[in-house]
């Protein structure tokens, strides 16, 4: 079983494997992300937080999600954050787990709209799945951002309308 709690910075390194295993580049990007959230001054703001799906019986991390606002600080908008499963847990019920639980939060914070960015590379088909399992829905793609065949895909979800949650469809 799995649960998930607030990340710490202790988890940093496992958090940074597990990106790395999927996404070189992304590792590193995030690494410098984690590093400069917890050495600011408020890392426990509710309009940006991090959380670790943790294995129960080993205290492993599994698995990584959080939430950041908008870049513009547009009211009731929030961003899906270095959302990633390690490859060893996928298809175990922890990225509905973890992404259950983002929605969840955010809608306490009056969120009007969460977004979230991705790829179109194969390798990110599972979690656009995902996401459109959760009603999220593409709302903006650049054409060969990453590489010729790579799109930018920015996905967003509507938190006004009820019943948000993963469907079986």
Request: charged fraction near 25%; glycine fraction near 8%.
């Amino acid at each position: 079983m799995f649960s998930i709690r607030t990340m710490t910075s202790a988890d940093v390194d496992a958090v940074v494997t597990i990106i790395r295993s999927h996404e070189e580049a992304d590792g590193e990007l995030a690494e410098r992300y984690y590093h400069e959230f917890f050495e600011s001054e408020d890392p426990e703001s509710p309009l940006q937080h991090n959380v670790v799906a943790i294995v129960d019986a080993t205290a492993e991390v599994a698995g990584v999600g959080g939430w950041y606002p908008d870049k513009y600080d547009w009211p009731g908008i929030l961003w899906l954050n270095w959302f990633y499963v390690a490859e060893s847990h996928r298809r175990r019920g922890v990225g509905t787990m973890l992404l259950q639980h983002v929605i969840e939060n955010v809608q306490r914070l009056d969120t009007r709209k969460l977004y979230v960015d991705t790829s179109t590379d194969a390798g990110y088909d599972d979690a656009v799945q995902l996401y459109e399992r959760f009603g999220f829905r593409e709302e903006g793609r650049l054409i060969d951002y990453y590489e010729l065949g790579e799109d930018y895909l920015i996905l967003g979800l509507d938190l006004t309308r009820p019943q948000i949650g993963p469907t079986t469809t």
